[in-house]
């Protein structure tokens, strides 16, 4: 089976990105690696600190093998801004087969150095925990990417300070010797009150300055329109992030069921127009990305 990193260079070179999609627990896991079954796309699935604390390192490993298992397609699971070196560590040695290491709100020495360290402690001559340290996809970030998780209530406001630098870029990526970057190039977290509008150039400078092994992603794709998203992906982007959509799809279609069922106690008979609000949005983002047909 192709690792991450191939499935990423591939991505580059054919000009579509691999989702990358944030979940909470069990049903939303099973929503995604459906819909990536269905059509024919690898499932990248994302858990940040706080849903890992919430699933559990070694419980979220346990549940992506067995869901690779389950829908015979590559399932790969990442440790999604892991802000410090400890947690980045911690879930390397648990398993996971990805792991991004985000010291970007630190200032770049100090980025510089804890992800370097983190490189190099997943490929320590002695790792031999569930798989080889060669299979690890690791990702470092520069830049600083403004909001939240969440719908955001207030205008997000990027500043100039805030883009990456290409160069700088070039420098951290042949320095770090990580397999994927994350650059700031106008994206922020969260659905923001008023348009987006990605630096297109920006992408394209990076891009040609990067080694093609080396995988650009784009974090905070909730709410860029799909446009952007084309261009962005034809300038170089192979990986995107989705998270808060998939929540409100979520839990918009939670509350539908609890509605729906007001005197229903058993728990799972509530999900299923969670799953398939979320179901709808992965779809989408499959078919937008340009990942369909690709295993």
Not at 93 to 104: K, N, Q
Not at 201 to 220: D, K, W
């Amino acid at each position: 089976m192709a690792t991450l990193n191939e499935i990423l260079e591939r991505a580059t070179r054919e000009h579509w990105a691999l989702g990358h999609f944030n979940t909470s627990n069990l049903e939303q896991m099973r929503v995604i690696c459906r819909a990536c079954k269905e059509l024919g796309s690898p499932a990248m699935i994302g858990t940040s600190e706080g849903e890992r604390d919430h699933i559990g390192l070694h419980e979220a490993v346990a549940l992506r093998a067995a869901l690779a298992r389950e829908f015979g397609i590559p399932v790969f699971l990442n440790a999604d801004h892991s802000k410090s070196v400890e947690t980045a560590k911690a879930a390397i040695d648990a398993g996971y087969d990805s792991v991004h290491i985000d010291l970007s709100a630190k200032p770049f020495p100090e980025n510089f150095a804890g992800t370097r360290e983190v490189v190099a402690y997943a490929r320590r001559d002695t790792f031999n925990i569930q798989h080889s340290a060669l299979s690890i996809s690791l990702e470092g970030e520069l830049g600083y990417l403004r909001g939240e998780s969440k719908i955001e209530k207030e205008k997000i406001e990027i500043r100039p300070e805030d883009l990456t630098d290409p160069e700088e870029a070039k420098r951290f990526v042949a320095d770090t010797g990580v397999d994927r970057f994350a650059p700031a190039v106008g994206n922020s977290h969260g659905i923001a009150i008023d348009e987006p509008a990605l630096d297109i150039e920006r992408i394209r400078a990076i891009r040609s300055l990067l080694p093609a092994h080396v995988a650009l992603v784009l974090h905070g794709g909730s709410g860029i329109p799909d446009d952007q998203i084309r261009a962005a992906i034809e300038s170089g982007i192979a990986n995107i992030h989705i998270n808060t959509e998939l929540r409100v799809a979520f839990v918009g279609g939670l509350r539908e069921g609890l509605a729906a069922h007001p005197d229903e106690t058993t728990p799972y008979k509530l999900f299923p127009e969670a799953e398939e609000a979320m179901a709808k949005v992965v779809e989408e983002k499959l078919k937008l990305f340009g990942a369909m047909n690709r295993i």
